[in-house]
C-alpha cells in the first residue's frame, strides 16, 4: 500500500535545490479530463545534484532536454533523470483529469470552470516541476480553449479566438500560479495607486453573481489604500482579480495578481450576507492581497516557515479591521477566536510550535498556532520594540528581502539591526510549543506595591521540558476609588519567576493585568469576585473590562456545574450597569453578553481536576440565560430600541454593532416570550442577519418548523444561503436532537459531501455543538463521514478531524467510543496521509 510508511520531513534537513529556474513557459489544453500541459523550463545549475523534479497523478506523454530525449525514472511522487552540467531547456507534456479531481488541488473543475489551487503542494498535480517554494521563477502562459475567460497571474499579453497569454514579471514560486477559465462576468473596479499608476481591478463570477460583488470591490479598495498609507506598499502589476469559486477547501488564496476565493468569502448582499459574512470578508481580502508582500514579494524558504507569511499577513489584516472598525471590539473577538481555536490545539494532542520541526503532510499546518499563534508573536514583538521600532524594522525587512524565500532567522534580524535588542530568547515563541500559564501575586508595604509573577508552560508533545518565554505583561493600577494610577505599562518578564514593583502610592491599588492580552497566556490568577466586578465597573482598558465580565461568567458556570450553584448576581448587577451605559459601543455591549463557550467551560473543569459532563455544562448555561432574561426583563426593552437600526442596511461597524446587540437581547427575550418578538423580526426581516438570528430563535423556541420551510423556499437556489439553512438546524438543536438531526440532512438531495462549504456546514455545526456532539453517537457519525469523505478530499477530511481533539477531557465511557471512532478511521484500507497524520497524532499522547 502506497502510504503505508509516512514519510517524515524535518525542518533540520533543509537543503537548496540545485538548479536555478531562469523562467516558465506553460501551455494549457483544456479538456475536462483530458487536459494537456506543455512545460519549457529553462534550468541552470548552480549547486547541482540529483535532478529530482515533483510530479504526481501526471500521465507523462513526453519529456525532453534541449530538444533530445529525456531519459526519465519516475516515481509516485516525480521523476529523476539525467542532465547536463550546463543550463538547459526541459520540455514536458503531460496529460491530467482536471474533472475527476475532488481534492481539489492542482487543476480541477467547479461548477463546469477551471480552476486551481497550488499552495502548498499542489503544482506538482498539474506538471513535473521543483515545487518548493524556495524555487522563484518568471511564468508566461498560454490557455487555449473555448472558454470565454481565461485567466493566470501577472498581465495579460496576447488574446485571440480560443486562446490567451500571461505574463506575471515578478519571480514566484510554483504555489503562487493560478489559472482559470470559464463562462465568467466581472464586476470591474480601478485603484490609482500613490505613484499615479491606474490598476485595473475585477472580481470574477458565475452569471446571476454579479450583484453580490460591490462590497469586495470596495473592500479592496480599501486594502491597496491601507497597505499604501500603513506599510508604504503600493502594488505591482497592471491588473488584479478575483474570482469567486464555489468549490474550495479553504477560504481564500494569494496566487499573483490573481487570487481565488471561496465564493463564501467574497460575495455579499445583505439579503443573503450577515453582518459577520461582511466582516470576514472585508478581513479576508485585505488578508489575500497584503500577501502581495508579505507572501508574494517576499516569500518562505520552505514550508516550515508559514508563519512567517501567515502569522504576519493574520497580524496586517487584524491592523486593518481595527483601523476600518472598532479596535477593542477586533480585540476582543481575536481573543475569542484564538481561545476556541488555538488554545484547544496548543493544549491538547495536536500542539506544534509556530514553527513546526517536522511534518508529514504540511497541509496539516495552515492551523491556528501558526495563523493566529503567529499573529500573537508579531503583536509582543512590536509591544516589546514600540511602534516606531516596528515600522523600521518593517522597512527594512521589505527592503532587505524583496525577491527572496526568507526564514525566521531572516524576520528577527531586522529588528535585531532596527532595534540593536538580543531576540535569542524572544525566539523560542517560534520553537516552543504550548500555552504558558502565568500565576501572579501581591505585596504591599510602605507605598510600594509589588507584583510577583510566575511562569510555566506545561509540557506538549515532543517537548516534555520548558523554558521560560519573554512576556510583554501589560500592566495599569487603579486605586480603591476607580481611578487610574498608574497608566498601562509593559512589563518585560523574561525569568521564570520576577516581581516588579512600584513605587510612590497612596493605598494599596487594584491591578489590572494583560491589558488588551498583550501576551497569549493563561492568566491563572485567584481573584475575589469582588475585585472583578470592581474591574467590570472601572477598568479603562476596554479588553480586562471585557474581561472581568467574562471571567466572572466563567467562574460562575464553573460553579454551577461543579457546586450547583446558582447564578452569581454580584455579577449580574455589575454587568447590568454596563449594559445600561449608553456610552458604550454597542458592539462591546454586546460582547458583554457573550458568555464563554461551553468547551471553553469543559476545558476550565478539566484543568482543575473535574470531569466535565456536556449535558450539565449547556443545562447550566441554559439556566445562566434564563436568569438573565428573568432579571433584566424590565431592562431588555429599551435595550431592544437603542440597538434598532432605522436607516438602509450598511454593513459598516455602527451598524452592524447595534444588531450585535440587538440579536444578543432578542436571544433573551425569546426565553420570556416563547419566540413571539422572534416571529415578528422573521416575518419582516429585510437583511440575513436579523432573518437568520431570528430563525435561530424561533427554532430553539420549538416554533421553528414554518419559518423554516418558508426560509429553505424563498433561498433554495442560493446555495450560500442553503448552507447556512443546513448548518442552524444542527447548531439550533435540543442536544439530544443533534445526531438525529445531522443525519436526517445528510439525506437532503441538496447534502452534496464533495462540496467542502456543505460538508463544512453540517458537520463543523455537529462538531461545534458541544453538548450534541460529544456522545458515544456524535462521534460515530463523525467518523462514518470522515471515512466517506477521505478518499475524495484528504485536505477537508483531516482539517474536521481536528474535532476530536480534546477527546482525553471527557469522561471514560466517552474516551472510549471517540479512541473507537477515531481507530476506525485509522484502520480505513487506503487512508489519506493527511488524515492518518492527524489521527494517529491525535491518538497518541
Ligand atoms: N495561503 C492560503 C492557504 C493555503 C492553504 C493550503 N492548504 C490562504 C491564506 O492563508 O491566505
Ligand atoms: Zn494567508
Known amino acids: 500500500m502506497k502510504d503505508a510508511a509516512p514519510k517524515t520531513i524535518y525542518l533540520a534537513d533543509y537543503q537548496p535545490f540545485g538548479w536555478r529556474v531562469e523562467d516558465v513557459h506553460l501551455t494549457f489544453r483544456l479538456a475536462p479530463d483530458a487536459t494537456r500541459v506543455l512545460s519549457r523550463i529553462r534550468f541552470v545549475p548552480t549547486t547541482g545534484g540529483e535532478f529530482f523534479l515533483h510530479g504526481e497523478k501526471l500521465k507523462l506523454i513526453s519529456a525532453s532536454i534541449d530538444g533530445g530525449p529525456a531519459e526519465v525514472t519516475q516515481t509516485d511522487e516525480g521523476l529523476t533523470c539525467p542532465v547536463p552540467d550546463a543550463p538547459f531547456t526541459w ?24 480552476c486551481t489551487q497550488c499552495e502548498a503542494e499542489g503544482f506538482r498535480k498539474i506538471t513535473f516541476y521543483p515545487d518548493r517554494p524556495d524555487v522563484m521563477s518568471v511564468f508566461t502562459v498560454r490557455i487555449e480553449g473555448d472558454e470565454p475567460v481565461k485567466l493566470s497571474n501577472g498581465n495579460p499579453v496576447a488574446k485571440g479566438e480560443g486562446f490567451a497569454e500571461w505574463h506575471d514579471p515578478w519571480p514566484k514560486p510554483a504555489y503562487l500560479f493560478a489559472l482559470v477559465a470559464g463562462d465568467l462576468v466581472n464586476h470591474p473596479g480601478s485603484f490609482t495607486t500613490k505613484s499615479g499608476k491606474e490598476i485595473e481591478l475585477n472580481i470574477w463570477v458565475r452569471p446571476g453573481d454579479e450583484g453580490k460583488c460591490a462590497f469586495g470591490m470596495q473592500a479592496l479598495k480599501e486594502s491597496m489604500k491601507w497597505d499604501e498609507d500603513v506599510y508604504g506598499r503600493e502594488y505591482d502589476l497592471d491588473i488584479f482579480n478575483i474570482v469567486a469559486v464555489d468549490d474550495f477547501n479553504m477560504g481564500a488564496m494569494e496566487n ?10 467574497v460575495l455579499a448582499s445583505p439579503e443573503t450576507s450577515t453582518d459577520m459574512n461582511f466582516e470576514r470578508i472585508e478581513a479576508i481580502i485585505a488578508h489575500e492581497y497584503f500577501h502581495n508582500w508579505t507572501g508574494n514579494r517576499i516569500t518562505c524558504r520552505d514550508w516550515f516557515q508559514l508563519c512567517l507569511k501567515e502569522g504576519l499577513t493574520v497580524y496586517r489584516d487584524s491592523q486593518f479591521t481595527s483601523d476600518m472598525r472598532s479596535a477593542p471590539v477586533k480585540r476582543i473577538d481575536d481573543v475569542i477566536a484564538l481561545r476556541a481555536r488555538q488554545f484547544p490545539e496548543d493544549q491538547g494532542p495536536l500542539s506544534h510550535p509556530v514553527r513546526p520541526e517536522s511534518f508529514q503532510e504540511i497541509n496539516n499546518f495552515y492551523t491556528a498556532t501558526v495563523y493566529e499563534k503567529g499573529a500573537e508573536v508579531i503583536g509582543m514583538l512590536k509591544r516589546l520594540v514600540g511602534d516606531a521600532a516596528y515600522a523600521r524594522a518593517l ?11 526568507a526564514t525566521i532567522e531572516d524576520w528577527l534580524k531586522v529588528f535585531e539591526d532596527t532595534t540593536g535588542r538580543d531576540l535569542t530568547q524572544f525566539k523560542r515563541w517560534y ?3 504550548g500555552t504558558p500559564r502565568v500565576t501572579v501575586a501581591e ?20 517537548q516534555p521540558e520548558k523554558l521560560p518565554q519573554v512576556l510583554p505583561i501589560a500592566v495599569g493600577l487603579l486605586s480603591p476609588n476607580g481611578d487610574e494610577v498608574v497608566p498601562t505599562t509593559v512589563l518585560e518578564m523574561t525569568e521564570a519567576e520576577q516581581s516588579f514593583t512600584f513605587d510612590g502610592l497612596s493605598a494599596k491599588p487594584i491591578p489590572s493585568i494583560l491589558r488588551e492580552f498583550s501576551a497569549p497566556v493563561v492568566l491563572d490568577r485567584v481573584v475575589s469576585r469582588e475585585e472583578r466586578a470592581f474591574l467590570l465597573a472601572h477598568d479603562t482598558d476596554a479588553f480586562n473590562r471585557w474581561e472581568a465580565s467574562r471571567d466572572l461568567a466563567r467562574d460562575c458556570l464553573v460553579a454551577m456545574v461543579r457546586d450547583g450553584a446558582g447564578p452569581d448576581t454580584l455579577w449580574l448587577d455589575g454587568l447590568r450597569e454596563v449594559l445600561r451605559d449608553e456610552s458604550q459601543d454597542p458592539a462591546f455591549r454586546a460582547l458583554m453578553l457573550q458568555g464563554p463557550s461551553q468547551s471553553e467551560i469543559a476545558q476550565v473543569l478539566a484543568d482543575t481536576g473535574s470531569t466535565p459532563d456536556p449535558m450539565a455544562i449547556w443545562q447550566a448555561n441554559e439556566t445562566l440565560l434564563d436568569t438573565m432574561a428573568d432579571r433584566w426583563a424590565d431592562l431588555l426593552p429599551s435595550l431592544a430600541a437603542e440597538a434598532a437600526v432605522t436607516e438602509p442596511y ?5 451598524q452592524s454593532g447595534k444588531r450585535s446587540l440587538g440579536t444578543a437581547v432578542m436571544a433573551l427575550q425569546r426565553r420570556l416570550d416563547s419566540g413571539a418578538n422572534a416571529q415578528a423580526v422573521f416575518d419582516h426581516a429585510d437583511n440575513m442577519t436579523l432573518q437568520l438570528s431570528a430563525l435561530a430563535n424561533l427554532l430553539r423556541a ?16 442560493d446555495r450560500l444561503v442553503m448552507d447556512k439553512w443546513f448548518g442552524l438546524q444542527i447548531s439550533a438543536a435540543h442536544p439530544d436532537e443533534v445526531v438525529a438531526v445531522t443525519e436526517a440532512l445528510t439525506r437532503h438531495p441538496a447534502f452534496d459531501m464533495t462540496n467542502p462549504n456543505r460538508f463544512r456546514a453540517v458537520f463543523g455545526a455537529l462538531a461545534g455543538h458541544h453538548a450534541g456532539f460529544h456522545r458515544p453517537e456524535g462521534y460515530a457519525l463523525l467518523a462514518d463521514w470522515l471515512i ?16 476530536f481533539q480534546t477527546w482525553r477531557r471527557y469522561d471514560s465511557a466517552r474516551q472510549a467510543a471517540a479512541k473507537a471512532a477515531l481507530e476506525r478511521i485509522a484502520a480505513t484500507p487506503g487512508l489519506s496521509r493527511d488524515t492518518s497524520e492527524m489521527v494517529t497524532r491525535i491518538l497518541a499522547s
Open 91 to 114: 520540455e514536458a507534456e503531460v496529460e491530467i483529469d482536471p474533472i475527476a479531481n475532488k481534492a481539489l488541488e492542482g487543476l480541477y473543475m467547479s461548477n463546469g470552470m477551471y
Open 256 to 265: 499573483k495578481g490573481l487570487n481565488i476565493f471561496n465564493s463564501s468569502c
Open 443 to 462: 505585596d504591599w508595604a510602605d507605598g510600594t506595591y509589588t507584583l510577583t509573577f510566575k511562569q510555566m508552560t506545561p509540557p506538549t508533545p515532543g
Open 395 to 405: 522597512d527594512l525587512y521589505f527592503e532587505r528581502h524583496d525577491g527572496d524565500a
Open 431 to 433: 520553537s516552543q510549543s
Open 788 to 803: 466517506k469523505l477521505d478518499p475524495l478530499n484528504p485536505q477537508t477530511t483531516a482539517r474536521m478531524s481536528t474535532a
Open 702 to 717: 420549538g416554533r421553528g418548523t414554518e419559518a423554516l420551510k418558508q426560509f429553505e423556499t424563498q433561498w433554495q437556489d
Open 650 to 654: 450598511a454593513p459598516n461597524a455602527e
